[in-house]
């Protein structure tokens, strides 16, 4: 049983646009939320969190949004640049835990 | 700073061999969590340590899996007989306190495992 779902495998953006990647969950304890960023070949690296008390998080071209009542949350990157290509994983926790669980990732892939 | 180190880069090996991981943490990180990539599953939480001692191993396949920690610089993950549903990336992480709110994962780059 997957807590945390990443339904679009991949996205394609062309460049200058919004992406928007989504993520839903379903563990009602989750309350920290945070996207991590892949490149191939690499692990993953730390992009921009929210904390289950606000309902957007802004940082730069990121921006990520919390719905708990639909128990969904998004990420929007404004405008999309090439180097915004990677694999983004959407990871939920509860706040004060150690275990993150992460979806399964969505690839991005930005057009010139 | 060197970050996480990981060796093997990649392992290919047979159905039935025995496959170990090593991962090396950022120094002065007290928690170390072990994660497993697949298309399906996405990034899954195998195990962690806090101060060299397992506290969640929940994630564990099975009994085939064991990890070890046998100093803050060094840990391992060994796979026994190992099959071929068990080709993945094998990820370490490590962080400084270990609560997710107030603290970062910092990934290594990976161990590409194929089992034929």
């Known amino acids: 049983d997957q807590q945390v779902k990443q339904n679009s495998p991949s996205l394609s953006v062309q460049e200058g646009r919004i992406s928007i990647l989504n993520c839903d969950y379903t563990?009602?304890?989750?309350?920290?939320f945070l996207w991590y960023k892949k490149y191939p070949a690499e692990g993953p690296t730390f992009l921009i969190s929210i904390s289950s008390i606000k309902d957007k998080n802004e940082d730069g071209r990121f921006t990520v949004f919390l719905n708990k009542s639909a128990k969904h949350l998004s990420l929007h990157i404004v405008p999309s640049q090439p180097g915004d290509s990677a694999v983004y994983f959407c990871?939920?926790?509860?706040?004060?835990?150690?275990?993150?669980?992460f979806g399964q990732g969505t690839r991005l892939t930005i057009n010139p | 700073d060197a970050g996480v180190i990981q060796s093997p880069r990649h392992e290919v090996t047979e159905m039935g061999q025995e496959v170990t991981l090593r991962c090396k943490p950022i120094s002065g990180h007290d928690y170390l969590f072990w994660y497993r990539q697949t298309m399906m599953r996405g990034l899954e939480l195998l195990i962690y340590f806090n101060n060299n001692v397992p506290i969640d191993d929940s994630g564990m396949p099975e009994d085939r899996f064991s990890a070890k920690m046998p100093n803050a610089s060094f840990s391992t993950l060994k796979i026994q007989p190992s099959e071929p549903r068990d080709s993945a990336v094998y990820f370490c992480?490590?962080?400084?306190?270990?609560?997710?709110?107030?603290?970062?994962?910092?990934f290594g780059p990976g161990t590409r495992l194929t089992v034929l």
């Open positions: 992480a490590s962080s400084l306190i270990g609560t997710t709110s107030t603290d970062t994962q910092y």
């Open positions: 563990n009602s304890m989750f309350d920290y």
């Open positions: 990871a939920a926790s509860a706040l004060g835990a150690q275990k993150l669980v």
